[in-house]
């Protein structure tokens, strides 16, 4: 699966991941980015120097539904992704 059918079904469902962490772990995240499920964005000061980052392509970040927190992993690190019930 690429980045952009993983994009296209996190927007639509809540979806169990399992991919290999960065020190070689296996971890199963149910995650999503449907904007009803996503918590209110954080307004910033605009004049704040804070760095803007690049999008790094090779990374997805979604939001974590058991953790709430939002969470990354690498694209091409997933194992597998199941759409699962978004009764959060």
């Not at 939002?70 to 978004?86: A, L, P, T």
Request: aromatic letters at 4%.
């Amino acid at each position: 699966m690429n980045r952009t059918e993983l994009v296209n079904l996190l927007e639509n469902a809540v979806c169990e991941v399992t991919f290999t962490k960065v020190d070689g772990t296996v971890r199963t995240m149910p995650c999503t980015l449907k904007k009803d499920l996503l918590p209110p964005a954080k307004h910033e000061d605009p004049l704040s120097t804070k760095k803007v980052r690049e999008i790094n392509e090779a990374v997805m970040v979604a939001y974590c539904t058991d953790k709430q927190a939002w969470r990354s992993f690498r694209v091409d690190n997933v194992i597998s992704v199941k759409e699962i019930d978004d009764a959060v």
